[in-house]
């Protein structure tokens, strides 16, 4: 059974930085998405982040372009989310998702991801 495992959250000051990580088992598939969604309380989970299998596509949620960054290292199995310029907003538990819909789907709803981690928690807070 695929598993994904995050790592990397913890507290943070507004401003400071963090790298999540998630490692996932071996894919079998010819293709897949991964992507980075998070929830806080009282609200919905919403997507972040997401890359596609070959890394040469991405998308990224309008609140957090221009800070978060995904990558991936396929040798290691594991895709990383660098979350620079931190915001109090920015804190919930942060997951990370595969989605096998399509080679060109890079979108954030969270029915077409069809593996998910149990979680980071990421806070942000002075």
């Known amino acids: 059974q695929l598993q994904l495992v995050e790592s990397g959250g913890g507290l943070v000051q507004p401003g400071g930085s963090l790298r999540l990580s998630c490692a996932f088992s071996?894919?079998?598939?010819?293709?897949?998405?991964i992507g980075w969604f998070r929830q806080a309380p009282g609200k919905e989970r919403a997507g972040v982040s997401c890359i596609s299998s070959s890394g040469g596509s991405t998308n990224y949620a309008d609140s957090v372009k221009g800070r978060f960054t995904i990558s991936r290292d396929n040798a290691k199995n594991t895709v990383y989310l660098q979350m620079n310029s931190l915001k109090p907003e920015d804190t919930a538990k942060y997951y990370c998702?595969?989605?096998?819909?399509?080679?060109?789907?890079?979108?954030?709803?969270?029915?077409?991801?069809?593996?998910w981690g149990q979680g980071t928690q990421v806070t942000v807070s002075s």
């Open positions: 998702a595969v989605s096998t819909a399509s080679p060109m789907y890079f979108g954030f709803e969270t029915h077409e991801y069809d593996y």
């Open positions: 071996r894919f079998t598939l010819g293709y897949y998405t």
